[in-house]
Every structure is written in C-alpha cells, then in structure tokens.
C-alpha cells in the first residue's frame, strides 16, 4: 500500500504535471523508504550494495552509541545539576568511583527512568529542529536548482545535533544549521562539492555568532539560570568554599583556565594534597625553605593545612613564596586534581564519559566503537583517525617534555597546561569525536592515501596548538579540521604530483 501511494505521488510530478517542480522534493520521501525511483537504461550498470543511502545509513548506525550515551549522560547530569539538593550531588559523585556504585546509584528508586526521560526531552527536539530546518533548507534548493537531495543530510544532521551543548536555544540551533548548509554545501553546489564539513560549518557560525551560548557554564541541563541558582542553594546548604566547592566547569574549561597558573604551582599542590612525587620539587623546596623560615617554620612541606598551601602558594617570590595570583589559586587547584586524576578526574571517567561537554561528544569509549564498526565495514578511514592521534599525541608530548629541558630548573615556571600529561589530551574535549567522525568525511578530505596521513597529522597539531597557546578558544578541534578541509585539496594535489614523480622515476629505471 504504501509502495502503491509512492508511486501516485511520484506520477503527479511527472513532466507536465502540476507537481513536476516538486519531484525531487517528493522523490526524497522515496528515497527515504525505499531506493532511488530511477533506473539505468544505458551502460554501464554496475551492481553494489553500497550506495549514498546505505553509505549514510552505516555512519548513522556507527553513530548509535554516541547518541544513546548523549541521551543518557544529558539526562543524568541535569538530574543532578538542576536538583539543588547536595546530597544528591554528593551521592553522585562518590558513586563515580567504580561501575557496581554507578549502576546502583543510577538504578536507586528508578533513577534510570528519569533520567532517560531527562535526556529524551533535552535531545530529541534538538535533533527535531535540525532535520526540519536543515531539510527545508536543503529541499528549497533541490526545487529551485532541479536537483535530488541527498542522503548527506541525514548524517549532517545528527551530527550536528551531538556536537552542541544541551542549552542551546532551539531557534538558535535552527539558524546555525541553515547557515551551515547554505554556506556550506549549498553555496559550492550541493552533496558532493562541498569543501567543508557543514556540521562542524554550522557549529562554527554559532561559535562566532553566539559566543556566550556556546562557551561558558552552558554544558548542563537546558537552562543555565536554573542550574547555576541550583549550584549556589547547594553550595550554600553543604557549607562549601570556592576552592572545594559544586562547580559545572567541563574538564576542558578546568584545564583551559588556568592561563597564568605555573607547573611550579600545580606540583606544590599535587605534591601536598596526594604526595607524591613531582618534577619540580627541588624548586619547590627551595622556596618552601625561605618562606617557612619568614612566615612558619613549624609547617612541613607534604602536610600543610589547605590554609598553609594557599598562602605558601600566593605569596610573592620576594617573599618565600610561590607568586599565584590569589583569585587564580582555585583554578590552580582544580587544575592540579585534573592533572593528576582526582576523584572524578579518574581517566576512566574521562574515558566512558561521565563528564559534561557537548551533547554527544564526551564519550571516548562511544567513539571508539563507532570508529571500529566504520573501519570494519570499510567506510572510515584508519590512516586519517590514527594520523589525527599521532598528531595530537605527538604535539602534546613535545609541549609536555622540550618546556622541560630547556625552561628555567628543569621548567618549573613553565605555564601548568604546557605540561599535561600528552596522553589526557586524547580524552578532553572532542578530539575523539571529531576524530573519528568529522575528519574522516568522505567529502572534505582527501583522497589520496599519502594526502590523509598529511592530513591527519595537520589536524592532530593544530588542534593540540590552538588548545594550549590560544587561551580563546577552549578547543581547537573544530577549527583544526575546518582549517585541514580547506587544505585537502592541496594536500592531494601535492601527493599527486609526488605520486607521478615517483612513477615517472620507476619507469625510467625499468626502462634502462
């Protein structure tokens, strides 16, 4: 029956008819359904299963666990975020330290519910929007132009929808994702002939356009006003202080704030707090030798009260101290437990997820079994994913370690964020989203093999540069790889031309 109204539809727009303008809008739903309506009658005919729609279908598949875990962790932080209840909170948080606390905690009095619904309700009309605007968009070209649309879209779209925070107002979200189209994809012609990714297109515009609505406290819940007056009744209730206090900064802002902070100064604070060992503490003992002799020399380095450490700490150079900056010693410390994997730190918590960030790119592990189906069936590219990570990993040990050998006592007044620990780097932010989903698109990067290591690598240090140098922008990844879109066509003629040349060479040598 419904194969049977297809085709009354799709005979209405036939050439002459009153919807002939209509029929590669209708064709869509076509398309959609079933397969494309039209069929080769010259040669040649090429039989494969893998066409655009089944292609574009496959990444959507690939997708799934990113988009359960959005749904899922959206739900579960605005649960917590939004309850004004701090034992809730405090609950949470102690429940982070191993799976049996997680499940139970989520499981208690049918969280999980709640927490699903939550997250549904946050998602889903994101989602709804960008289909519906950015479909629009696409459809008004595909009548005016005279062109089918493409299945491109269904994949740009819940891409889209996965790399916003959950606060992001639905008409901005409709305006980020005709934009991103439009300029995209539209303006260079359509599916196909885009130079740029139109999803990370779209983000970008918003970044750009709306900068107080996607950076800042804006990674929890769906209403900023509600949970920051939420954090403040707990805060309040609990009895807490800035520096241990409830806080919605994501690990990326943790580690991105802390642009005056010294590793001399995380490593006072981790070597005290945890005690262990730390690079710099020889110029640490030597301070703490002259302040304690002029402030307290009853104190002892490792045991110092969280009083004693901050004045040690903020206390000028002149003076024995360590010279932070007071209204910065919080973001010291916050800084220091990231480093060293504090609490909630925990690299397997950065590593599932359990984090705030964009809607559906917190998760590594969710990445990571989106990464394995592509390759397995032969849609991703593994040179670009794994180029990106050498690139970052890479970038981020040359930041951590040359500081260290030629800064001043082995780089203890180096800036603290040149001295994370390179392998952190791949779990922040959404270095492993954009790896695996937006650097690979078929589209905007190369095409020849050598062109996609280039690539990758380009990708993977300019993204680790951008987040460690320029403190305006929290995360390079979407400018790194918008940045190498604009160069992939270089990058393959270049690989090209080095490809002739290595032939041109083999068959003189054969011929000789």
Not at 271 to 282: I, P, Q, R, W, Y
Not at 468 to 491: C, D, H, K, Q, T
Request: one cysteine or more.
């Amino acid at each position: 029956m419904l194969r049977k109204f297809l085709d009354w539809q799709l005979s209405l727009t036939e050439k002459g008819k009153p919807l002939h303008k209509l029929r590669y809008l209708i064709e869509a739903g076509d398309n959609f359904l079933y397969e494309p309506p039209n069929r080769t009658k010259t040669g040649p005919q090429i039989r494969d299963a893998v066409d655009i729609k089944r292609w574009m279908v496959l990444v959507v598949v690939a997708l799934i666990p990113c988009i359960l875990w959005a749904i899922w962790n959206t739900g579960l932080q605005k649960m917590v975020y939004s309850s004004g209840d701090f034992r809730l909170m405090d609950e949470y948080i102690r429940s982070r330290g191993s799976f049996a606390e997680y499940f139970a905690f989520v499981g208690k009095d049918g969280r999980f519910v709640d927490i699903l619904m939550l997250g549904l309700f946050a998602f889903i009309p994101v989602v709804l929007v960008t289909y519906v605007v950015g479909g629009a968009v696409e459809g008004l070209f595909a009548v005016v132009r005279g062109h089918p649309i493409s299945e491109g879209f269904l994949v740009t779209g819940i891409l889209y929808a996965l790399i916003l925070p959950p606060t992001m107002p639905y008409w901005m979200v409709a305006v980020g994702i005709a934009m991103g189209v439009f300029f995209a994809k539209e303006l260079f012609g359509g599916s196909g002939m885009n130079i740029m990714n139109p999803a990370l297109t779209a983000r970008a515009f918003l970044f750009f356009t709306f900068p107080g609505k996607m950076t800042g406290n804006v990674w929890v819940g769906t209403n900023p006003t509600v949970v920051r007056e939420s954090l403040l009744l707990m805060n309040q209730d609990a009895g807490r202080e800035a520096v241990d206090g409830y806080t919605q900064a994501t690990k990326l802002g943790i580690f991105n704030s802390a642009g005056e902070v010294q590793r001399v100064h995380v490593d006072a604070i981790t070597a005290n707090e945890l005690g262990t060992d730390v690079g710099s503490m020889e110029a640490i003992q030597q301070k703490f030798a002259e302040w304690s002799a002029s402030h307290d020399s009853s104190a002892t380095l490792g045991s110092l009260s969280g009083e004693q450490l901050q004045n040690f700490v903020t206390s000028t150079t002149s003076d024995g101290g360590l010279g932070l900056s007071s209204g910065v010693y919080e973001d010291a410390v916050h800084f220091a437990q990231l480093q060293a994997g504090v609490g909630d730190h925990s690299n397997w918590n950065l590593f599932f997820g359990d984090r705030l960030g964009s809607m559906g790119e917190v998760s590594p592990f969710c990445c990571l079994l989106g990464a394995i189906f592509l390759l397995w069936v032969g849609i991703g590219s593994w040179r670009v994913m794994l180029s990106v990570m050498i690139g970052a990993y890479l970038t981020a040990l040359g930041f951590e370690w040359v500081p260290k050998l030629l800064g001043a006592d082995g780089g203890a007044w180096n800036a603290a964020m040149m001295g994370f620990p390179a392998y952190k780097h791949l779990l922040l932010g959404g270095l492993a989203f954009g790896t695996v989903f937006m650097a690979t698109d078929p589209v905007s990067s190369p095409d020849m093999l050598s062109a996609k290591w280039i690539y990758g690598i380009f990708i993977g240090i300019v993204a680790i540069v951008i987040r460690v140098i320029n403190p305006a922008f929290p995360e390079g990844v979407m400018l790194a790889i918008l940045l190498a879109n604009v160069f992939a066509p270089l990058f393959d003629y270049y690989a090209a031309l080095g490809y002739r040349k290595r032939r041109v060479k083999r068959v003189r040598r054969a011929a000789a």
